[in-house]
């Protein structure tokens, strides 16, 4: 297998668990969905993904050549991206259920499947949180030792957008429904939040301290 099993398993569980917690994207889609109808979420959240796939491409092309040039760096970014994963684990906790948005799609605006695309793409693309998260996530679940890098990150980068494509896709279609019922229970975001912040935080000490 061209990636470490071991770190694959982690890699999907923490994934999933990220993927369903409602952060700003799942409420962006949530809005596009629900003022868009389902096309509208759908092509949220592909522009959303768009995005994601130029970051990992740019983050495969560039930590690849870097390790290749400097292999004891990787030792470093792990530490490094496992401090910062710590870091969003606790914030997740401390801010849980805080990202508020406004869920009712009564007032008549409507937002078109382009325009959808669009800010889901923009939006994403000059984040530098998302740069930020794409460097420290990805590197942990690589295993230099196996060879081949820029495979490892193609096929964990493969993986993330297509349950990104799942999880997120089905909230734009599905808008209406779990918009609402998100907007009624606070206590299951809240919940959430914590869950995955504790996931954050557990992989974030686990990888760091590996060698």
Known sequence: MPVNEHLFVLFLITTSVAMISPGPDMLFILTCGMRGGPRAGLLATTGVATSEIIHITLAAAGLSAFFAAAPTAFTALRIAGGAYL????????????????????????????????L??????????????FTIAFLPQFVDPRLGRVWLQFVILGAVFIALEFLVDGTVGVLAGRIGHWLSRRQRARRRLDVATGSV????????????
Request: charged share 25%; proline share 2%; hydrophobic share 40%.
């Open 86 to 117: 710590v870091y969003l684990g606790v914030r997740a906790i401390r801010h849980r259920g805080e990202d508020h948005i406004e869920l009712d799609a009564s007032d008549g605006s409507r937002i078109s499947g382009r325009v959808a695309y």
């Open 200 to 211: 954050f935080i557990g992989l974030g000490v686990r990888l760091a301290a590996e060698r």
């Open 119 to 132: 800010r889901g793409l923009l939006t994403n693309l000059v984040n530098p949180k998302m740069v930020t």
